[in-house]
């Protein structure tokens, strides 16, 4: 019986090899014929991934983000992206990646960008400023955690804060740039998520007080006040 098993077996793996290499003629073991987006794939040579995307050894990427111009900016840690030197930051101009500077020391964590000469990015404790040429240190925190930017009222906010050993928090939360100075909320929080939503409506995400309590706030530019909104009483908080 094994020696019966045995050559079927063999003539099994023998069918397979003599099957026909083409993906038109190529049958699954069912009988049934290979799926056809298959034979498209490899009939047809134009379906590929742009090479100017691709770099030998993979980057860390953290920050995607885009400006009104439609440039993308990358920001991780790296020293080259798509064969181009840029050290944790590049941008795509349209037709090729370019870097910025000088770039960072850190590991790139997020990033905001208005044009090619307004730029904003973090790494673990500090905001920097692009102005086309440099960067240049805007804020130091403890630990910076998230950027956003309202493209109608020009103002950056900067999410900053974090939680100790005992579960606390520390941090002065969030800070918002108006293009010459600096305001703080939430000065013992933690916000983590920020979005704007324009005309100066700002959602903010974070944990505040000795027991790290979770909170979702909106700012009213009508009222010139931050609202609450109600989390789910049944959601699980990480």
Known sequence: MADIVRFSTSILLVALFLLPASASHAQSLSGLPASPSSAILQEDGDHHWDDRFFSPIPPQISALATDKEGHLY??????????????????????????MGDGFEQE??????????EV???????????????WTPRR??????????????GHLYVGTGRLTRNSQVEGPGLLR?????????FGSGMVTLLTTAGMGRV????REGISATPFLRRWDPGEDRWMD???PENMSFL
């Open 203 to 206: 959602y903010a995400y974070g």
């Open 229 to 231: 909104i109600s989390l």
């Open 120 to 134: 904003y990015a973090t790494t673990a404790k500090d905001v920097y400023a692009w102005n086309g040429s440099e």
């Open 74 to 99: 990358v920001g991780g840690n790296f020293l080259r992206f798509a064969n181009v030197e840029a050290r944790r930051i590049a941008y795509w101009d349209g037709t090729r990646w370019v870097a």
């Open 140 to 153: 130091s925190a403890d630990r910076v955690n998230t950027l956003a930017f309202d493209a109608a009222e």
């Open 177 to 185: 740039w108006d293009g010459e100075q600096w305001k703080t909320y």
């Open 108 to 117: 790139v964590t997020a990033i905001e960008a208005v044009d090619e000469s």
